[in-house]
């Protein structure tokens, strides 16, 4: 049996796990045992906290989606696993390595957590996208009321349409298809958003290899960094997601994005994998 502990941020639900002391043989089976939320536990991703690999860090993040396949970038499981960490060492700060690279995350006074989710990606080749193309403009990726979206790179390809209504639109229908564009090689996260105030936006997320989630940190920091290139809003915008708000910065300095948001222990346990 293997201890695990069930977080969410904005109900963007995780099951995490540690193989720091001990290593864990994750076959893809087993992650999809594990993500079935009739027969296991249930998440939108399995963290996985191991060594790190780098001098720089406290530990090294592995992120898997509910089908089994690796994700390189998980925004709110990386404030959920930072908070973990934060209590465990008793900190304010924490740096964890991922596929991605280092993203420092600290604690707030009123208990949200900030992470560096590193640079946004907006040329084509490092979205990825399978040929070269305008990442602000993707003439003839659409579905649907879908069309003339945005491509974004966190670490995982994001395509970020804009719309009057994110609420009218069919995100199952539309989504699932614009994931598995062959302009995609890796597939891809689907935002659709719509400005409802200065500088805020009402998002909802399709998430590779999950489906629709009530909230995906990545896909808000690609969405505002979307935003921001089209003109839409400054660079501090807030997002409504079906579980809550995000607050993203793009910093002009570095091209960083920075996330804060809160995030909750929903229970823990043990698991046969």
Not at 3 to 17: E, I, R, Y
Not at 39 to 56: H, I
Not at 239 to 256: A, S
């Amino acid at each position: 049996m293997v201890a695990f502990t069930k977080m969410h941020g904005l109900g963007n639900d995780f099951v995490v796990l540690d193989a720091r002391a001990l290593p864990l043989a994750l076959t893809a089976e087993a992650v999809r045992h594990i993500g079935d939320r009739r027969r296991g536990v249930g998440f939108d991703q399995l963290l996985v906290m191991e060594p790190a690999g780098n001098d720089g860090a406290d530990l090294f993040m592995r992120i898997y989606n509910p089908d089994g396949s690796e994700s390189g970038a998980c925004g709110n499981g990386t404030r959920c696993v930072a908070a973990l960490c934060m209590v465990e060492n008793d900190a304010e700060r924490i740096t964890i390595e991922t596929r991605r690279g280092l993203l420092a995350a600290r604690r707030l006074d009123d208990g949200r957590v900030a992470v560096d989710m590193g640079e946004a990606l907006t040329d084509w080749a490092a979205v990825p996208l399978a040929e070269e193309r305008d990442t602000l403009s993707l003439n003839g990726v659409a579905s649907g009321p879908l069309a003339d979206p945005v491509a974004v790179g966190m670490g995982n390809p994001h395509c970020v349409f804009f719309v009057a209504d994110a609420e009218a639109v069919d995100l199952t229908t539309h989504g699932s298809e614009i994931e598995h564009h062959p302009l995609f090689p890796e597939r891809t996260n689907v935002e659709v958003a719509s400005l409802i105030g200065p500088d805020r936006l009402r998002l909802r997320v399709w998430e590779r290899g999950a489906g629709i989630t009530f909230a995906c940190g990545s896909g808000a920091c690609a969405t505002a960094v979307a935003a921001i290139r089209r003109g839409l809003t400054g660079r501090r915008v807030a997002l409504d997601l079906d579980g809550g708000r995000l607050d993203i910065e793009w910093r002009e300095t570095d091209g960083h994005v920075l996330m804060t948001g809160p995030v909750a222990t929903s229970f823990t346990g043990e698991i046969d994998l």
